[in-house]
């Protein structure tokens, strides 16, 4: 793809460019996916600590342990009740959803793509349109409309370099859409998929370490040379811990699902770069921009796991 394109100088969007809800659905995605995280890891940190305590109050004699092992298990049901409660992660995809919704709809603005093609009489009334009956469904899902007045509803959204994008030359919007959004995006598929393939072999060693060091102590417990001391279960609870992390992650599903897309966009790239014509051109970018759905890495992400 990148040998194919021949793109004028780089004009990436800055951030008062794109829509304002865009900036504040993006902001509270961050946040809420920054609370679902550490929520799972402090619910799993405090589940293997209440294991430990069980086991250390076993064999050693104490009036400490027990009522440790207790309390640490208790704190464990607080903190999964309070996150049932927060439903950060639920937040966190409604909130993305909205985000990559927004930035979606006003690239296919500027660049006449989908649905704000280039005949539409009305493409501000048309986005309006699109952006209030997607965001109303959303809305069912738990995402927080922060919106205030009818200046940011709808067309409000609509940047003056949003407009300025639409008025170029199909040639200016094309280089612009492949270089901006299509590249930016083929770029930002393959660190991710490489990201998450190291985590994935990282905590996959973890988890077949921890397997492995269970079974020797299982083995050696059988034989006798130890006594007591639960090491097997411990370390047991260690490997389940780090699978769930994996599954909470989800980093091989996502490596699929990262890479998949990012070879779907580089055949894009090639064919809106050389044969797509103006004719063609608003279909290309709807297709673009289901490829790089949160919808669409959702579905490979199920296929690939």
Known sequence: ?????????????????????????????????????????????????????????????????????????????????????????????????????????????????????SRVADPDALFAERVEEQLRELRTWGWEDTRDGADERGAGQITPRMRAVRAK??????????????????????NHAM??????????????????????????????????????????AGAAAGVAWQEVRRHRPLTHAHSLIEQDLETAGIAMSTTVTQAGWADAVAQTERLVSPAHTEWLARFGA
């Open 1 to 117: 793809m990148r040998a194919a394109m021949t793109p004028v100088p780089s004009t990436t969007l800055g951030e008062g460019d794109v829509p304002l809800l865009y900036r504040q659905s993006d902001e509270r995605a961050l946040r809420h996916q920054s609370e679902s995280i550490r929520s799972v890891r402090k619910h799993l940190i405090v589940l293997l600590l209440a294991t430990a305590a069980a086991v250390m109050a076993e064999q050693v004699p104490s009036h400490v342990g027990a009522p440790c092992a207790v309390a640490l298990y208790g704190l464990t049901i607080g903190i999964g009740l309070y996150s049932s409660k927060r439903r950060a992660r639920a937040r966190w995809q409604t909130h993305r959803a909205a985000a990559e919704l927004m930035k979606s709809l006003a690239w296919q603005y500027m660049v006449h793509g989908g649905p704000f093609h």
């Open 169 to 190: 030359s199909f040639m200016a919007r094309r280089d612009i859409y492949l270089r901006d959004r299509l590249l930016e995006q083929s770029i930002w598929y393959r």
């Open 195 to 236: 990201r998450t393939h190291r985590a994935s072999a990282h905590w996959s060693t973890v988890t077949a370490l921890l397997t492995l060091l269970a079974l020797a102590a299982a083995v050696l417990k059988s034989l006798g040379f130890i006594e007591g001391w639960d090491l097997a279960g411990l370390l047991s």
